[in-house]
C-alpha cells in the first residue's frame, strides 16, 4: 500500500495558474500508474489525469488537454499536476491516487486539496 499526501490547493483567480503536489511514501512505485482525480460539489468524482511511473506515459481528460500537465519526480517520489489556463468548473477537490499497472482500480488515494477556480 502507499500513503499519498495532497498540497498545493487554493484560491486562483480564472486563467490563473496552480501546482498540486503529491508526496507518495511506503513502496515502491516503479509498478504503479498515479492518477488526479476532482470531485466538485453534487457531482461524481472524475477521472483528470494519470501517468506511468516508469516510462511516464500519460493520459487527461479531454477537459483538460492542453491546459494541466502531470509529471512526476522520482528522486522525490512526488507527483505533480501543473494546472493553467483555470476556469471556475475546474473548482473541485483533487485526489491524488495510485494502482498497481496491473489493475483497473485506484485503491491508494489521498486525502483531497481543495481548489476553488474565482469567476
Known amino acids: 500500500q502507499v500513503q499519498l499526501v495532497e498540497s498545493g490547493g487554493g484560491l486562483v483567480q480564472a486563467g490563473g495558474s496552480l501546482r498540486l503536489s503529491c508526496v507518495a511514501s511506503g513502496r515502491t512505485l516503479s509498478s504503479y500508474v498515479m492518477g488526479w482525480f476532482r470531485q466538485a460539489p453534487g457531482k461524481e468524482r472524475e477521472f483528470v489525469a494519470s501517468?506511468?511511473?516508469?516510462?511516464?506515459?500519460?493520459s487527461y481528460t479531454d477537459s483538460v488537454k492542453g491546459r494541466f500537465t502531470i509529471s512526476r519526480d522520482n528522486a522525490k517520489n512526488t507527483v505533480y499536476l501543473q494546472m493553467g489556463s483555470l476556469k471556475p468548473e475546474d473548482t473541485a477537490v483533487y485526489y491524488c491516487?495510485?494502482?498497481?499497472?496491473?489493475?483497473?482500480?485506484?485503491?491508494?488515494w489521498g486525502q483531497g486539496t481543495q481548489v476553488t477556480v474565482s469567476s
Open positions: 491516487a495510485g494502482r498497481l499497472i496491473i489493475t483497473k482500480s485506484y485503491n491508494d
Open positions: 501517468i506511468y511511473w516508469s516510462g511516464g506515459g500519460t
